[in-house]
């Protein structure tokens, strides 16, 4: 059974920095295009960053150079490295994984919240 | 970047027929998935590559998807299908995905 659990999340000061994991089960990280998907209160979803099977890195324009996405295949557990954070940043963060490009997401974790405040 | 427009609301009376729109430049030449999120929970995939649906999820759910629009429909709609819903597609480049702003489906 795919299952992602998420952890990390938490109240963070802006400027502050955190790292969420994602531990995967049911499948192999590094064999599949793992994103994370964000989701502030009331808002809708945006989409944050992605990693191929092959380890190529994609960022929304909102995150570029803040954000780290990364891996770990003896843990098979994707994470997300959150640099120089904002109050904007405030949400609830799901790891999620896509049958590849151009496909959909079929497997979500149950989120975990980041709150950007001081 | 690629905008995908939906309706921020759509309400129906039980028993008939739902339609939430996606709009998008040229959307048609793109994959189209369709995703239902209800309150304090993960979204679920429902529509996938425009009018496929995954195992578990009902035949009242198609899609479709041609010109500038993509199409969620939802027939004999239910109290249970009121949620959110959300089209979602992988820009030209292949390297950005894109949702649209959400739609909350409220059945009267």
């Known amino acids: 059974e795919v299952q992602l659990v998420e952890t990390g999340g938490g109240l963070i000061q802006p400027g502050g920095s955190l790292r969420l994991s994602c531990a995967a089960s049911g499948f192999t990280v590094t064999s599949n295009y793992m994103s994370w998907v964000r989701q502030a209160p009331g808002k809708g979803l945006e989409w944050v960053s992605v990693?191929?099977?092959?380890?190529?890195?994609y960022y929304a324009d909102s995150v570029k150079g803040r954000f780290t996405i990364s891996r770990d295949n003896s843990k098979n557990t994707l994470y997300l490295q959150l640099n120089g954070l904002r109050a904007e940043d405030t949400a609830v963060y799901y790891c999620?994984?896509?049958?590849?490009?151009?496909?959909?997401?079929?497997?979500w974790g149950q989120g975990t919240l980041v709150t950007v405040s001081s | 970047s690629y905008v995908l427009t939906q309706p921020p609301s759509v309400s129906v009376a039980p028993g008939k027929t739902a339609k939430i729109t996606c709009g998008g430049i040229?959307?048609?030449?793109?994959?189209v998935h369709w995703y239902q999120q209800k309150p304090g929970q993960a979204p679920v995939l429902v529509i996938y590559y425009d009018n496929d649906r995954p195992s578990g999820i009902p035949e009242r759910f198609s899609g479709s998807n041609t010109g500038n629009m993509g199409t969620l429909t939802i027939n004999r709609v239910e109290a249970g299908d009121e949620a959110d819903y959300y089209c979602q597609v992988w820009d030209s480049s292949g390297d950005h995905v894109v949702f649209g702003g959400g739609t909350k489906l409220t059945v009267l």
């Open positions: 990693i191929y099977s092959g380890g190529s890195t």
């Open positions: 040229h959307i048609g030449s793109k994959s």
């Open positions: 999620a994984r896509f049958q590849g490009v151009p496909g959909p997401i079929d497997y």
